[in-house]
Each structure stands twice: as C-alpha cells, then as structure tokens.
C-alpha cells in the first residue's frame, strides 16, 4: 500500500469507528429528553428510574463520541491539508460550528441536567437535556451539510486572488438536497441503533418492570427507525441517482444503460454481475422513481466524464459498493423485523421465548453494522472523488506525508481506540448490571 491507500485506511479506521458512537449519542439523547418529559408530567417513578439510568449510558457515550470525533476532525489537516487547503472556507466553517455545538453547548447543558436535578427548577431541569437532545440533532445536521459538499459541492465560488473556494451562501450550504435527505436518513438510522441497546440491556437484565418498559422501548423505538429508514432512504436514493449518478449503477453493477432496470439480490462475477438474481423493474423504482425510468450505466458515465474531467478512471470498486449496499439494507430490514418479532411475542403482557432472548443481547450488532455499511457505500461509490466533480482523492492529500508516519499515526489510533472500545464496553456491562434505582434525590425543586 502506497502513502493513498494508506491515508485512506487511516481516515476509514477514524470515521467508522467515531460513528459507532455518534448515532447512540443522538438516539440515547432524545431518549432522555422523552423519558424526563414522562417523569415530569405523570410523576411516575419508574420514568425516573429509567431516565436515569439511560442518561448514564448517555454520558459514557457522549464522552467518548467526543474524543474520538476530535480525531475525527483533526484528520483533515494531518491526512487532507490539501484539500483543507482549497476548500477549507468552504468546509471548515461547519467543522468549527460543530465542534462548538458537541463541546460547549451539549457537554454543558448535559452536565447541568446530570448535576442539577435536585437544584434547578423542574421545568428548568428539563429543558436542559431537551436542548443536550436537540443540540445532538443539530451538529449531526451541520456536520451532515460539511459531508454533502463532498457529495455535491455548492454554494462556493474560486476566489480570483487565491484561487481557493470562498463560501458564498452558509443557508445554501446547510440546504444542500443531498443534507435535507441525508439528515433524516442518519436520525432513522441512530434510532435503530440505540433502541437496539437499550432492548439488548433490558432483556440481559434480571426480570423486572423497569426492565420490561425499557425493552418495549427499545424495540419500539428500533421499529419506528426501521421504517423512516426505509422511506428516507428511498428518498437519499432518488436524490443520490440525481446528484451522482455513477454512484447508483455502482450500487447494483449495471454496465449499460437500462430502462427499466432490475435489482440484484445476489450476483457473482468478476466484475459483477455475471450470475444474479434480480426483482424486475426495482433499481429504476429505487432510483428515479418509475418501474420504466432509464438509469445510466457505468459505461456511459464514464465515457461522459472521461470527456468532461479528463482522461482517467471515474468507476469507484465495484464489489465494495454492491456488497455494502445490499448488506445495508439486509441487515437494517433484519434489525428492525427482529423488533416486530419481539414486541408480538410479548403482547399482552406475554413472555418471549427463550431462543429470542438468548440472541437479543446481541442485536445491537445488526443496526450498527448496517450504519456502517451505509457510510462505507456513501464514501466507496464516490471515489475517486473527494468532492464530486471538482478534486479526487489524490488531489486532496497531504503532499508531504510519508507511509512511515501514517503507519504510525494509524498504530497508534489503533491502539487507542482499542483501549477506548474496551473502557466503553465495561462501563456499559457495569451499569447495566446496577439495578434500577432513583437518583439521590428524587424530589425535583418546585416548578417556577
């Protein structure tokens, strides 16, 4: 592997791994905001039990999305200066907006609420993790609209001096098609993974009625997210075929141009498909909307932006986008069927049996797996772009790194995020093996 693959490896490793933890933060955070809202108007103890035991989960995540989003960001000046370089008024203005929101509005108002049951104001106290919950949605939006000028770069215009993008439009950055669609699409997707966490701890736990209203929770929240992932992400996929077309004829492998185009669940070859089983007529669904609509194919796009960007390869790998897409969706659709399995077989106050309880603990793997796919597709079937139509990859790396350096940098990370995986797993065993309990103090201040 030379210097790029490395460097590509390494801002891989940093993103999937930071993103393990971001969508539990958004989920575990409006379920916060909804259980201290319960609390609140019904009085009932046992939203307080639970509402502090989630917030606990929510702290351990919280802190340690935060760290490794640090990294995150820090990528784009060790690994991408070039790129940080030229389009860095473009992009940076987001990465600081949402570095601001994640540290000193979520951070503070979320130690407020931990710290101030018992001294602030009910109503008060409550608005504090109602802000913790929309600040988590809001920087997923502002760093989602920095994601969608790679996607499809807009509002930005070269400056005649430097020769750098110069911003133009904040409104129109953070309105990008590509981040209204995606923005709901990731929600979806955070709600899948954290209603899958806190099914998993509920059902591990002893028996016990604060136990069975978390898993109901959970599994309800998993079934909501299932289907807005579902609707949103046919909504991305529509947007996505408009803005970049090469990326959905990658996602199903189509060479050539196809009115009405099938939809492979399965297929082999090299390059694919030389063997498929396909549903007639859905990628043209999935992509423009109609069962006879045309979609571009791989040849042709090529040929086309061969002819407007230059000479070159513009097919990102093939397997990788087919593979990571279907998987996507597979795993996602098992997640949430899962959900429905559980929440039938424990209507009515029924008990689930014991084979679906011996894999429920496991069932945070499926939602997480899927988020991860999704980005793996989204970032692959770019390539070789960094920002679509303007710089590809190679054009937007550090000039003087060397292998040596990344394989160290990458060691290192490694390393830490090991440590870091394994000091977030314990403390998640630890608390879901505490009962459920009220805080120290379960009498709130008066409302005023």
């Given at each position: 592997?030379?210097?790029?693959?490395?460097?590509?490896?390494?801002?891989?490793?940093?993103?999937?791994?930071?993103?393990?933890?971001?969508?539990?933060?958004?989920?575990?955070?409006?379920?916060?905001?909804?259980?201290?809202?319960?609390?609140?108007?019904?009085?009932?103890?046992?939203?307080?039990?639970?509402?502090?035991?989630?917030?606990?989960?929510?702290?351990?995540?919280?802190?340690?999305?935060?760290?490794?989003?640090?990294?995150?960001?820090?990528?784009?000046?060790?690994?991408?200066?070039?790129?940080?370089?030229?389009?860095?008024?473009?992009?940076?203005?987001?990465?600081?907006?949402?570095?601001?929101?994640?540290?000193?509005?979520?951070?503070?108002?979320?130690?407020?609420?931990?710290?101030?049951?018992?001294?602030?104001?009910?109503?008060?106290?409550?608005?504090?993790?109602?802000?913790?919950?929309?600040?988590?949605?809001?920087?997923?939006?502002?760093?989602?609209?920095?994601?969608?000028?790679?996607?499809?770069?807009?509002?930005?215009?070269?400056?005649?001096?430097?020769?750098?993008?110069?911003?133009?439009?904040?409104?129109?950055?953070?309105?990008?098609?590509?981040?209204?669609?995606?923005?709901?699409?990731?929600?979806?997707?955070?709600?899948?993974?954290?209603?899958?966490?806190?099914?998993?701890?509920?059902?591990?736990?002893?028996?016990?009625?604060?136990?069975?209203?978390?898993?109901?929770?959970?599994?309800?929240?998993?079934?909501?997210?299932?289907?807005?992932?579902?609707?949103?992400?046919?909504?991305?996929?529509?947007?996505?075929?408009?803005?970049?077309?090469?990326?959905?004829?990658?996602?199903?492998?189509?060479?050539?141009?196809?009115?009405?185009?099938?939809?492979?669940?399965?297929?082999?070859?090299?390059?694919?498909?030389?063997?498929?089983?396909?549903?007639?007529?859905?990628?043209?669904?999935?992509a423009k909307g109609s069962p006879g609509a045309t979609v571009e194919g791989i040849n042709d796009l090529q040929a086309r932006y061969a002819a407007e960007f230059g000479p070159g390869s513009y097919v990102p790998?093939?397997?990788?986008?087919?593979?990571?897409?279907?998987?996507?969706?597979?795993?996602?659709?098992?997640?949430?069927?899962?959900?429905?399995?559980?929440?039938?077989?424990?209507?009515?106050?029924?008990?689930?049996?014991?084979?679906?309880?011996?894999?429920?603990?496991?069932?945070?793997?499926?939602?997480?797996?899927?988020?991860?796919?999704?980005?793996?597709?989204?970032?692959?079937?770019?390539?070789?772009?960094?920002?679509?139509?303007?710089?590809?990859?190679?054009?937007?790396?550090?000039?003087?790194?060397?292998?040596?350096?990344?394989?160290?940098?990458?060691?290192?990370?490694?390393?830490?995020?090991?440590?870091?995986?394994?000091?977030?797993?314990?403390?998640?065993?630890?608390?879901?093996?505490?009962?459920?309990?009220?805080?120290?103090?379960?009498?709130?201040?008066?409302?005023?």
């Amino acid at each position: 592997m030379d210097v790029l693959d490395l460097t590509r490896l390494q801002f891989a490793v940093v993103t999937i791994y930071h993103y393990f933890f971001v969508p539990l933060s958004i989920s575990l955070a409006v379920t916060c905001a909804g259980l201290e809202i319960a609390w609140q108007r019904t009085r009932n103890e046992r939203y307080l039990r639970l509402v502090t035991f989630v917030g606990k989960l929510l702290i351990v995540t919280f802190a340690v999305g935060v760290v490794t989003g640090l990294v995150q960001e820090f990528q784009f000046g060790m690994g991408w200066s070039a790129f940080a370089t030229f389009y860095g008024d473009v992009f940076g203005p987001t990465l600081a907006i949402e570095g601001m929101l994640a540290f000193f509005l979520e951070a503070t108002f979320l130690a407020l609420w931990y710290f101030g049951r018992d001294r602030l104001p009910r109503l008060l106290h409550t608005a504090t993790i109602v802000v913790v919950a929309v600040g988590t949605m809001l920087s997923a939006f502002i760093i989602l609209a920095a994601n969608s000028f790679m996607q499809n770069p807009i509002a930005y215009e070269l400056d005649p001096v430097t020769g750098r993008a110069r911003l133009t439009s904040f409104a129109d950055l953070m309105l990008n098609k590509v981040n209204l669609a995606a923005f709901p699409h990731t929600l979806s997707g955070a709600a899948m993974v954290g209603g899958a966490l806190l099914l998993a701890i509920a059902v591990w736990r002893p028996f016990s009625p604060d136990n069975r209203t978390l898993a109901k929770l959970g599994a309800w929240i998993m079934l909501a997210g299932g289907a807005a992932t579902a609707l949103t992400g046919d909504h991305l996929g529509k947007v996505i075929t408009e803005v970049q077309p090469m990326k959905m004829a990658a996602a199903e492998a189509l060479y050539a141009t196809t009115s009405g185009a099938p939809f492979s669940l399965f297929a082999t070859g090299d390059p694919l498909p030389e063997l498929s089983l396909e549903v007639p007529w859905l990628l043209s669904i999935l992509a423009k909307g109609s069962p006879g609509a045309t979609v571009e194919g791989i040849n042709d796009l090529q040929a086309r932006y061969a002819a407007e960007f230059g000479p070159g390869s513009y097919v990102p790998m093939i397997p990788v986008a087919f593979w990571s897409f279907r998987l996507m969706i597979g795993l996602g659709m098992l997640a949430a069927a899962v959900a429905a399995v559980y929440l039938w077989r424990t209507r009515r106050d029924r008990s689930a049996p014991p084979w679906l309880l011996r894999w429920l603990p496991l069932i945070p793997l499926l939602p997480t797996a899927a988020n991860s796919l999704g980005w793996i597709f989204t970032e692959t079937a770019r390539q070789p772009w960094i920002a679509f139509g303007l710089s590809t990859v190679e054009q937007g790396i550090s000039p003087t790194l060397t292998s040596a350096e990344v394989i160290a940098s990458l060691a290192g990370f490694t390393i830490v995020y090991g440590i870091l995986a394994v000091v977030w797993f314990r403390l998640v065993r630890h608390l879901a093996r505490q009962p459920s309990q009220l805080p120290e103090t379960a009498e709130p201040a008066p409302v005023y």
